[in-house]
């Protein structure tokens, strides 16, 4: 008899700690005792199909699709403005805004065209989010043929 007591006493202290561990006041004393570690809280930008964005353009006047992705992983639901720059040697071309909202855990993807210029050198293409210094962009390099407009 007593050893059932003694598992009844044990699995009662059990349940009391693991209840205890799910209170904000348990996770700080398991965080400081280094046996708990807060789950990790991002957002993460991300080009869809990054193998899908030219490497360059062939004609002068082109048309360009940036489809990119804004994932929340922050625990909680999210509105991101984010702008898609067009630059030139460090100088804006064109610029396209928006905003997405976005629940925890979930992905938004975005798709922009923009029709730019491209008669030499190289345009690069920055997708950021206003809130954050998150960004990431790609080169392209103009090579318009001769006798190419469009």
Same mark, same amino acid.
């Given at each position: 008899? @007593?050893k059932?007591?003694?598992?009844?006493? &044990?699995?009662?202290?059990?349940?009391?700690?693991?209840?205890?561990?799910?209170?904000?006041?348990?996770?700080?004393?398991l965080?400081k005792?280094g &046996?708990? /570690?807060?789950?990790?809280?991002?957002?993460?930008l =991300?080009f869809s199909?990054?193998? %899908?964005?030219?490497?360059?353009l062939?004609s002068?006047?082109?048309?360009?699709?940036?489809t990119?992705?804004?994932?929340?992983m922050?625990? =909680?639901?999210?509105?991101?403005?984010? =702008? &898609?720059?067009?630059?030139?040697?460090?100088?804006?071309?064109?610029? %396209?805004?928006?905003?997405?909202?976005?629940? @925890?855990g979930?992905?938004?993807?975005?798709?922009?065209?923009?029709?730019?210029a491209?008669?030499?050198?190289?345009?690069?293409?920055?997708?950021? &989010?206003?809130?954050?210094? /998150? %960004?990431?962009?790609?080169?392209?390099?103009?090579t318009?043929?001769?006798?190419?407009?469009?």
């Amino acid at each position: 008899m @007593s050893k059932i007591w003694g598992s009844a006493i &044990l699995a009662v202290l059990l349940l009391t700690a693991v209840g205890f561990a799910q209170t904000s006041t348990g996770r700080a004393i398991l965080r400081k005792a280094g &046996l708990f /570690e807060p789950v990790a809280s991002y957002t993460a930008l =991300s080009f869809s199909n990054s193998g %899908s964005l030219p490497q360059k353009l062939t004609s002068a006047h082109a048309r360009v699709d940036v489809t990119f992705n804004i994932q929340n992983m922050t625990g =909680s639901a999210q509105r991101y403005k984010w =702008s &898609l720059i067009v630059l030139r040697n460090g100088h804006k071309e064109k610029t %396209s805004t928006g905003s997405a909202s976005v629940g @925890s855990g979930a992905t938004a993807t975005l798709t922009r065209k923009l029709s730019v210029a491209c008669v030499s050198g190289q345009l690069r293409f920055v997708v950021q &989010l206003d809130e954050s210094a /998150e %960004s990431i962009d790609f080169l392209t390099a103009c090579t318009p043929r001769k006798g190419m407009a469009g």
